[in-house]
């Protein structure tokens, strides 16, 4: 019996004379490994987990900037042609804002891959905004889901929880398969969780389609208006490429109370239906379809709206955009 404890000892001595020899050789990977050269324009996310050192994101260099795809699209002579198509209509324009979210952000990113994936992570966002009322956290038991859903609400929740929006995430696998999380309620991640990322996702394939089919234009984002009767207004987006004017209203929610606002304002501004969308993340298309007659205006689903989008600026075939996807 002494025979076999002393063995036993000698065995786990030598598998940690293993472990310390593995993470010796891992320390010197990483400290000759070279970090990836990032292509121009990417669409994935990427470097998301990475914390945002803000001194050195302050000192990105003029070019890779004027690069960016926010930058290229805020030519101050178009913009002051869409304010003074609003002033053509008694619309008067309170506060101006300024789109400080690139187009290559990390937090852009993090808008995109919720929108490529919303049917798979809409609940785990739903709850988080439940969880906005209630500041308590909530649990969600992902046992019964696709792994493709387990894997997208995880991926998603870690990446917020990375940067700050989540203030607990744990996960349990098998044979638990229980998720923990809770919202931490700064007025970033509120902004973001209850509404922000589909307006940056709206925007990017804007951005992305009029970019790949070589059009030029300019845009607003969240200007505060008045209305001729005086009433006070916030528009979303607002585009302007060649000739033509488009307004974008995203709504994650609770539609029904401004449905009849927007249709009003769309009638003002006497766009075509082909040039103004209102843009659901959860409706059904026949839903979609009723609300546009009954409004009279256009009313997309989120999964759609690309193909709308193409549709209403007369692009037929599908745009390449560096191989990466939206």
């Not at 320390?27 to 001194?55: A, D, G, T």
């Not at 589909?198 to 009029?210: A, C, D, F, G, T």
Request: proline fraction near 2%.
């Amino acid at each position: 019996m002494d025979n076999v404890e002393l063995l036993l000892k000698e065995i786990l001595l030598e598998i940690r004379d293993l472990k310390l020899e593995v993470k010796e050789l891992k320390l010197k990977l990483n400290e000759n490994s070279k970090p990836l050269e990032q292509k121009p324009l990417e669409y994935k996310i990427v470097n998301i987990e990475k914390k945002v050192n803000l001194s050195e994101k302050n000192e990105t260099s003029k070019k890779e900037t004027s690069d960016d795809l926010v930058i290229k699209y805020q030519d101050s002579e178009c913009i002051r042609n869409i304010e003074k198509f609003l002033n053509s209509k008694n619309i008067k324009i309170k506060t101006k804002k300024e789109d400080t979210i690139l187009f290559e952000d990390n937090l852009s990113k993090l808008a995109n891959f919720i929108g490529k994936n919303y049917e798979n992570v809409k609940e785990f966002v739903h709850k988080l905004k439940i969880d906005n009322t209630k500041s308590s956290g909530f649990s969600m038991n992902l046992k019964e889901y696709s792994s493709k859903k387990v894997s997208d609400i995880n991926q998603l929740a870690k990446w917020l929880y990375d940067i700050g929006f989540l203030e607990n995430y744990t996960y349990k696998k098998s044979p638990n398969f229980l998720l923990f999380a809770k919202l931490n309620r700064i007025p970033k991640a509120i902004n973001f969780i209850l509404g922000g990322w589909m307006e940056i996702y709206i925007r990017n394939v804007i951005l992305k389609n009029l970019y790949v089919n070589k059009l030029n234009g300019c845009y607003i984002k969240n200007y505060q208006i008045t209305l001729p009767n005086e009433k006070d207004f916030e528009l979303d987006l607002v585009f302007k490429t060649g000739d033509d004017f488009f307004w974008f209203e995203t709504k994650t929610g609770d539609y029904q109370q401004h449905i009849q606002k927007y249709s009003d304002f769309y009638k003002m501004i006497n766009l075509s239906k082909e040039r103004a969308f209102l843009v659901l993340s959860d409706m059904t298309q026949e839903g979609a379809d009723i609300l546009s007659d009954m409004y009279e205006m256009k009313v997309v689903r989120l999964e759609n709206f690309e193909d709308e989008f193409k549709k209403s600026i007369g692009v037929v075939d599908e745009g390449v955009f560096d191989s990466a996807e939206v």
